[in-house]
């Protein structure tokens, strides 16, 4: 046995070296893939500058400010002796993930919940299913205010949510879409052959859910799970709005929107925040996919 250890160790240390090479062309990418951004930004202000073009939009530094300026922003004081812009957007930030991720898990086992029942009933898909799809073609600026406010007038044995838990529904609602139609057709995508031979063993409903077609789902479901993180974090800004909450990046959002014309800068650098707690989310669940997807039954050699 001591002889197969060392003889696998140069193995592990190559497997090794070559998972930080891929780890390293990676970053290098990112990077690469932001200065291309930011290249492509620059030249298009400068060329729209240069020559006078007022066609899509006139470029300025009100609507096109600089991105070092945006980025700049976040280390200069919100206001006057205030604290650092990014001091003041990481807590708000924080505060918008609370309520992102509160829907998040709460939109994605319902999801789930439904997802199986739907693909276990052919006539609760045929009945449901419609009403499923016809959920997501209502604005959900149009349902936020209905749903925050609704919901303040909610008492439960004297338990009344707080406004951040109501901001969290709106984000469930926006993440347990994608999960429930992923869900289904993840279920259903296992080998029919598998599951009758499942059947023949006189296996149950559950067995060959959790040991068939669970398993067989999940490259499906991690997919669903990567739109809902980002959707959720959406789901939870837009929700902020109607609710007033100045906590999170909703009410930054709107506080900066009323300086735009004088500090352009600090609504474009909260906008950075935001798509940076979307893909932190986003990244959690491809993190995720990357554990538990190689562990499932058909990548264990």
Known sequence: MAHAAAASAPLVRQRRARAAGRAAARAG?????????WGLWEAYRATWLHFGFTRPFVVDQTTMPHIHDMVGALFEPSRVNGPLLIDVLFHSALFTAKEAAVGFVVGAGVGFALGVVLAHSRFLARGLMPYVVA???????????MVVIGLGSLDIFGWTPSDWQRVAVIAAYLSFFPVTINTVR??????PRAVEL?????????AILWKLRFPASLPY?????????????????VGELPSSIQDGLGGAILNFNQYYTLDP??????????????????LVIVIAEKLVVRRAPEHVG
């Open 29 to 37: 990418l990112i990077v690469v893939v932001l200065l291309v951004l």
């Open 135 to 145: 959920s997501q073609t209502i604005p959900i600026l149009a349902i936020a205010p």
């Open 186 to 191: 993840g279920l259903n995508s296992a080998d």
């Open 198 to 206: 499942m059947r023949s063993y006189a296996a149950s409903t559950w």
């Open 221 to 237: 479901l991690f997919t669903a799970l990567k739109i809902a993180a980002t959707a959720c974090v959406v789901g939870a800004i």
């Open 265 to 282: 800068e600090n609504l474009w650098a909260t906008n950075i925040i935001a798509a940076l707690l979307g893909i932190s989310f986003f």
